[in-house]
């Protein structure tokens, strides 16, 4: 049997064509869109599913982790901020059961640093609400939303590409444009360039779902225990997601243990009335594939400062680490248009898992987006290295990022 089949070369329809176009309608994606928006580019966003915010709301996984180091000090800030707020805005008391915020009273404007210390930055939030709120805020910024709509490949010009090619119920079209931010989460649209990825199989079964008992809703986030550089024996089995039967697995899998957990609560409360309401719909990868950049982010980078930081962000896991987000880690090393957001970004190991959060994926996303705007609007840039970094510093600083060589050196 033949491994390969020729599919015949046909003429493709232009669905758009746009300054900027977006790979992923995760919180990255989001971000990125918005910035590149703001920043006086014509945007569209691509999205595979129907609803913006990836795991952050299809998957349930709710928890907007911190702005800050731990220590008292916030290190990411615009649309970052930004989202956060929105997340919760008509959410005025905790709901723990569903593990809703508010924000700590001690980050609004001058809040006390030693309560800072104790409470940080973060909160959690209604995936329903939140999915909505990102779409109005994108319609409000006149960013173009395609949904259903899948990335299938790129077509280049030399080492730039001109056009992005998607599959959607108007069959196989191409969308014209000048720069592309892969927010896709699995690095598709790095891949597809020909630069170069790599990618983790580590991931495990998970599933964040929602049940009723006795009445009140309530969050279960299941899930296998999960190490960006080890694994755990009971966890047996573990997943790529770069290959179509392994997601696929992943998502028969995690679904299927988490109703083996809703059994458990079952047993364990037999007088109680316990049934599931809303279950992901989508892979809960942790980290797939990534580009490999000029610069990769490290463990060892904590405190480090790069002279073309567009963005901060502290460890979600632990208080101290501050790490830096330069250029050289988020545009591809090949292809000149191409940028990245969210966990395609360059980072590895124990980093990776710091960079692959709601927060860092803002961080990242709104300086992708705001380098793209950049490039589009230089008519003496070619490449994102061609971009006057400081100029992008100083207007990334404008919108309330937090870029602050002080806060890694003091």
Same mark, same amino acid.
């Given at each position: 049997?033949?491994?390969?089949?020729?599919?015949?070369?046909?003429?493709?329809?232009?669905?758009?064509?746009?300054?900027? =176009?977006?790979?992923?309608?995760?919180?990255?994606?989001?971000?990125?869109?918005?910035?590149?928006?703001?920043?006086?580019?014509?945007?569209?966003? &691509?999205?595979?599913?129907?609803? /913006?915010?990836?795991?952050?709301?299809?998957?349930?996984?709710?928890?907007?982790?911190?702005?800050?180091?731990?220590?008292?000090?916030?290190?990411?800030?615009?649309?970052?901020?930004?989202?956060?707020? %929105?997340?919760?805005?008509?959410?005025?008391?905790?709901?723990?059961?569903?593990?809703?915020?508010?924000?700590?009273?001690?980050?609004?404007?001058?809040?006390? &640093?030693?309560?800072?210390?104790?409470?940080?930055?973060?909160?959690?939030?209604?995936?329903?609400?939140?999915?909505?709120?990102?779409?109005?805020?994108?319609?409000?910024?006149?960013?173009?939303?395609?949904?259903?709509?899948?990335?299938? +490949?790129? /077509?280049?010009?030399?080492?730039?590409?001109?056009?992005?090619?998607?599959?959607?119920?108007?069959?196989?079209?191409?969308?014209?444009?000048?720069? =592309?931010?892969?927010?896709?989460?699995?690095?598709?649209?790095?891949?597809?360039?020909?630069?170069? +990825?790599?990618?983790?199989?580590?991931?495990?079964?998970?599933?964040?779902?929602?049940?009723?008992?006795?009445?009140?809703? #309530?969050?279960?986030?299941?899930?296998?225990?999960?190490?960006?550089?080890?694994?755990?024996?009971?966890?047996?089995?573990?997943?790529?997601?770069?290959?179509?039967?392994?997601?696929?697995?992943?998502? /028969?899998?995690?679904?299927?243990?988490?109703?083996?957990? %809703?059994?458990?609560?079952?047993?364990? #409360?037999?007088?109680?009335?316990?049934?599931?309401?809303?279950?992901?719909?989508?892979?809960?990868?942790?980290?797939?594939?990534?580009?490999?950049?000029?610069?990769?982010?490290?463990?060892?980078?904590?405190?480090?400062?790069?002279?073309?930081?567009?963005?901060?962000?502290?460890?979600?896991?632990?208080?101290?680490?501050?790490?830096?987000?330069?250029?050289?880690?988020?545009?591809?090393?090949?292809?000149?248009?191409?940028?990245?957001?969210?966990?395609?970004?360059?980072?590895?190991?124990?980093?990776?898992?710091?960079?692959?959060?709601?927060?860092?994926?803002?961080?990242?996303?709104?300086?992708?987006?705001?380098?793209?705007?950049?490039?589009?609007?230089?008519?003496?840039?070619?490449?994102?290295?061609?971009?006057?970094?400081?100029?992008?510093? +100083?207007? %990334?600083?404008?919108?309330?990022?937090?870029?602050?060589?002080? %806060?890694?050196?003091?």
């Amino acid at each position: 049997m033949k491994s390969i089949i020729y599919e015949p070369a046909k003429n493709l329809q232009i669905l758009g064509t746009y300054d900027v =176009v977006v790979v992923g309608g995760g919180i990255a994606g989001v971000s990125a869109a918005l910035a590149a928006a703001r920043g006086g580019a014509k945007v569209c966003l &691509l999205e595979k599913f129907c609803a /913006l915010g990836g795991l952050a709301t299809i998957g349930n996984v709710v928890i907007y982790l911190p702005l800050c180091d731990g220590k008292g000090h916030q290190v990411s800030g615009g649309i970052c901020e930004e989202l956060i707020k %929105l997340s919760v805005d008509d959410e005025p008391k905790a709901r723990p059961n569903l593990r809703i915020g508010p924000i700590p009273a001690c980050w609004a404007k001058g809040g006390d &640093l030693e309560e800072r210390k104790k409470h940080r930055y973060e909160t959690g939030f209604n995936p329903v609400t939140f999915m909505y709120k990102l779409e109005r805020l994108l319609l409000k910024n006149h960013v173009k939303i395609y949904y259903d709509t899948r990335f299938c +490949t790129v /077509l280049k010009e030399g080492n730039a590409i001109r056009a992005v090619i998607v599959e959607s119920k108007g069959g196989r079209q191409a969308i014209m444009t000048q720069a =592309v931010v892969d927010a896709s989460g699995d690095a598709d649209v790095v891949y597809a360039s020909g630069d170069k +990825t790599v990618s983790i199989g580590g991931n495990v079964r998970s599933c964040w779902y929602y049940i009723m008992e006795d009445g009140q809703p #309530k969050l279960c986030p299941w899930s296998q225990r999960f190490s960006a550089t080890k694994s755990f024996p009971e966890n047996g089995r573990t997943f790529r997601g770069d290959s179509a039967d392994q997601v696929t697995a992943q998502v /028969l899998e995690s679904r299927h243990f988490s109703m083996l957990d %809703l059994q458990k609560r079952r047993e364990a #409360k037999p007088e109680s009335d316990i049934y599931p309401i809303m279950t992901t719909t989508m892979p809960t990868h942790r980290m797939t594939r990534r580009l490999a950049g000029k610069v990769t982010l490290r463990v060892t980078d904590d405190h480090r400062w790069f002279d073309d930081t567009l963005g901060m962000t502290g460890d979600w896991r632990k208080a101290g680490p501050i790490f830096c987000i330069p250029l050289r880690a988020i545009a591809a090393a090949k292809t000149t248009n191409l940028i990245t957001a969210g966990r395609c970004i360059s980072s590895i190991g124990d980093t990776w898992d710091v960079t692959r959060v709601i927060p860092t994926c803002a961080v990242s996303g709104e300086a992708a987006g705001a380098a793209a705007a950049f490039l589009v609007n230089d008519e003496n840039a070619t490449s994102f290295f061609d971009l006057d970094i400081k100029a992008l510093q +100083t207007y %990334l600083k404008r919108k309330h990022v937090i870029i602050d060589k002080n %806060l890694v050196e003091n």
